[in-house]
């Protein structure tokens, strides 16, 4: 597929709150703005205050269109967009 | 105090003195709080209906809409008019009665999961666990629906923690607003500013944004320093003084020839609170082809969304477009709009004895008393509305851009009417819209809103029955209507006069009865179902390439 080869990943960790609604939005937001969701891990922070998310998503999108969506959700906290591991993904 | 009784002191501490909605079990705690409270509450027929309301309320005055509908199918009724908040960036609270929590999760009599139904169309929405947490939660339900980019919050509240007893504790609101401040764009400034030196054919394109940041002195102070064209979005119509000479009108599907046609030919497009949004680009690449983009606006996932801005600043436009006001000569460029203007204005002679909607509605804006505020729903009537009234203010015009939800106009007509008493209520509908909540009727009823309705009737579901025509080998898929009842008899069941019209020398004389006599008013204009709505950029051509209806037009 053309499009494919020109698909990226990208992964993103994000602190959101320590509420199950904040990962439906986050799925919720990849799916909507045609982000295919490639890996998903959480935990909460040791006080419970938070959950730290690591998300990898591919797309043929920029990734900014993400990242500003996923920034407005009220229960994230903060996000951060790991570069190094954004890749170009070879078909 | 209960938490139900809680609910509605908030209600007070934020100004809130009108409230739509309908009870049910679950939200019957905060209604007997309702009951002989100073906040006035008015019943609608249909939660949908509450929702608009609410909707209309918020645009015509600049508050928050408050609306309040009981759990399962009441809360699920109001999601229409929270997806048409969202898509308009209105600010809405809503509040809905859940099951208790002993019960929650097991499928209890109307219950439905409304939290995780209404995420997608809302800025945020709130469960709320504890009675301790409810102040809490309302205050920033309320902070976030006005904050940043308005838009609707739901506040889910199970019937436990409305009957669990809570103190209230005062807020103690700081007043002082901090300034705008745009001191941390200083190089987007400038080189904002370098854009609007170098340009030849800069353009104004002004969305709804710019009223909603309280921004239209300054907007009319930046278009008259620099001596700037403008276009204008749905949403962002009557933001532009009347007196401007180089303001062109709408732009996009159903724009005027001018606007669209400028706005292809410019070379600067100064994006101020809008989106890009397809009805108003046509074709993306094809937009604008030409320009260099500024686009100001206070949401980041709007900048480069669908049009990369050379330069992009993302702040408060009451700040930013006095700092920008930079003079131009563009002598050559305003001739030229000017003269586009001149040359595309609209036409209104038309053949035979039958009423023209445009005609009908430009006469209709002439008379009625000044400060009206006009509401419509959506078809055909929608885009004359906007084609062919005029209005000193956004807040006089309330239409449904983003979602296009027909059944908006009536009790968005309500709303607006209880927001702003001393100013007219204008409603214009289509017989197929006016159908879809045709029970605000009561609503009007109950409490003598004094609502002038109007009934474009075409006896179709015109706009689609114009795209069968045009683009679907005029196959009449289930748009016919022309078995619609008689309006006049409907509004007489909700006591509400009425006449009816079917030839142009009615019209005068029809607008003036409507507006001499006191009360509500239905007046049904029954057009001709040929007439179309032009100009219309074809899906998938560029905005240049509109079709115009012009053996109809030349004489
Ligand atoms: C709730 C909803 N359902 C369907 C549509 C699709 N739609 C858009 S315009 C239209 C026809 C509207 O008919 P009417 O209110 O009579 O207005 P007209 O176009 O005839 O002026 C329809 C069905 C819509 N916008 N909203
Ligand atoms: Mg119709």
């Known amino acids: 597929m053309s499009n494919a080869a020109k698909s990226h990943q990208h992964t993103l960790t994000i602190h959101t709150r320590h509420e199950a609604v904040a990962i439906e939005r986050l799925l919720q937001v990849t799916r909507y703005r045609g982000f295919t969701l490639a890996g998903l891990e959480l935990k909460p922070l040791a006080d419970l205050t938070g959950l730290l998310i690591t998300l990898s998503v591919v797309s043929d999108k920029p990734i900014s269109l993400l990242v500003n969506q996923l920034n407005k959700l009220y229960d994230v906290l903060d996000l951060e967009l790991h570069q190094a591991e954004a890749g170009a993904l070879r078909a | 105090m209960t938490g139900a009784e809680l609910v509605v002191k908030l209600l007070t501490e934020h100004g809130v003195h009108s409230v739509f909605g309908y009870p049910g079990g679950a939200i019957m705690p905060i209604y007997d709080a309702l009951y002989q409270s100073p906040v006035k509450h008015y019943l609608c027929r249909h939660e949908q209906g509450g929702g608009f309301s609410a909707i209309g309320y918020a645009r015509a005055s600049g508050q928050t809409g408050v609306c309040l509908a009981t759990s399962g199918p009441g809360a699920t009724n109001l999601i229409t008019a929270l997806a048409d908040a969202l898509l308009d960036s209105v600010p809405v609270v809503a509040i809905t009665g859940q099951v208790s929590q002993a019960v929650a999760g097991t499928d209890a009599f109307q219950e439905v999961d409304v939290l995780g139904l209404s995420l997608t169309c ?39 923690v409305q009957l669990a007893p809570v103190d209230y504790q005062p807020l103690h609101l700081t007043t002082a607003t901090a300034a705008p401040d745009c001191s941390g764009l200083a190089t987007q400034i400038a080189a904002a500013r370098t854009l609007l030196q170098q340009a030849q054919k800069p353009m104004a394109y002004i969305g709804g944004g710019v009223h909603m940041a309280d921004a239209l002195p300054e907007l009319n102070a930046f278009l008259t320093a620099t001596g700037m064209p403008s276009v204008t979005t749905l949403k962002a119509m009557g933001s532009v003084e009347k007196a401007n000479p180089l303001y062109l009108g709408m732009l996009g599907m159903h724009g005027t020839q001018a606007a669209n046609i400028a706005v292809q030919q410019t070379d600067l497009l100064v994006c101020l609170g809008a989106r890009f949004d397809d009805r108003v680009t046509g074709n993306l690449k094809k937009f604008a082809p030409e320009a260099k983009v500024i686009h100001i606006d206070i949401d980041p996932a709007e900048i480069n969304k669908l049009r990369a801005a050379d330069v992009a600043m993302l702040g408060d436009l009451k700040a930013l477009l006095p700092v920008m006001a930079v003079a131009g000569d563009y002598s050559a460029w305003q001739a030229h709009c000017s003269a586009l203007k001149q040359q595309h204005g609209w036409r209104y002679d038309h053949p035979g004895e039958r009423i023209f909607a445009p005609l009908l509605l430009k006469q209709l804006s002439e008379r009625m008393p000044d400060n009206s505020v006009v509401s419509c729903d959506v078809g055909q009537h929608q885009m004359w509305v906007a084609q062919h009234m005029r209005f000193n203010s956004p807040r006089n015009h309330l239409s449904s851009g983003g979602l296009g939800t027909m059944g908006f106009g009536l009790p968005a007509a309500i709303g607006a009417k209880i927001s702003r008493p001393q100013d007219t209520s204008v409603l214009v509908t289509g017989d197929g819209s006016f159908m879809m909540n045709v029970q605000e009727l009561a609503t009007i009823k109950r409490f003598r809103l004094p609502v002038k309705i109007v009934v474009i009737d075409n006896q179709r579901l015109g706009m ?57 008013y239905l007046l049904h204009v029954r057009i001709d179902e040929t007439d179309n709505v032009w100009p219309l950029v074809p899906p998938g051509a560029a905005n240049h390439d509109m079709m115009t209806d012009l053996p109809q037009w030349e004489e």
Not at chain 2, 154 to 160: E, H
Not at chain 2, 474 to 502: C, K, M, Q, W
Not at chain 2, 513 to 519: E, L, Q, T
């Open chain 2, 464 to 520: 689609v029955k114009q795209w069968q025509q045009l683009f679907f080998a005029g196959r009449y898929s289930e748009t016919d209507l022309s078995d619609n009842p008689d309006f006049v008899s409907l509004a007489a069941a909700f006591a509400i006069p009425g006449h009816s019209i079917s030839h142009k020398d009615e019209v005068e004389s029809a607008l003036d009865a409507m507006f001499s006599w006191p009360g509500p």
């Open chain 2, 122 to 160: 809302t800025k945020h929405s709130f469960y709320v666990r504890d009675v301790a947490d409810l102040a809490a939660t309302l205050r920033e339900a309320f902070l976030l629906a006005q904050s940043g980019r308005p838009g609707p919050v739901l506040v889910d509240i199970p019937k436990d």
